[in-house]
Nanobody, 124 residues
Framework: QLQLVESGGGLVQPGGSLRLSCAIS????????IGWFRQAPGKEREGLSC????????KYTNSVKGRFTISSDNAKNTVYLQMTSLEPEDTAIYYC?????????????????WGQGTQVTVSS
């Protein structure tokens, strides 16, 4: 049974950095595309970044381009989201999600499997 567990969230000051991890268990990461999403209070869940099954293709939403970097370590069955230059507007619960497909997409409806989320708070 596929399970995703996010970690690495926390409280960080504006301008700071965090690295989120998404540990996948029950399946081999080689056969899944992974996406990172976030949801702030009162807002829709937003697609931030995704990485294709092979790791050769990545996508980013405009608001995080140049600040966030997605990567995968298939040996560890883990996908990372390195976040830099964090702003208060980045405060949200961050989720990873998996899709049993080759290409990745930023739309949340493309993903059937979700983690429980990790809270990121950017505040001074």
């Amino acid at each position: 049974q596929l399970q995703l567990v996010e970690s690495g969230g926390g409280l960080v000051q504006p301008g700071g950095s965090l690295r989120l991890s998404c540990a996948i268990s029950g399946v081999t990461l080689d056969y899944y595309a992974i996406g990172w999403f976030r949801q702030a209070p009162g807002k829709e869940r937003e697609g931030l970044s995704c990485i294709s099954q092979s790791g050769s293709n990545t996508k980013y939403t405009n608001s995080v381009k140049g600040r966030f970097t997605i990567s995968s370590d298939n040996a560890k069955n883990t996908v990372y989201l390195q976040m830099t230059s964090l702003e208060p507007e980045d405060t949200a619960i961050y989720y990873c999600a998996a899709d049993h497909g080759y290409w990745c997409y930023l739309g949340k409806n493309n993903y059937a499997y979700w983690g429980q989320g990790t809270q990121v708070t950017v505040s001074s």
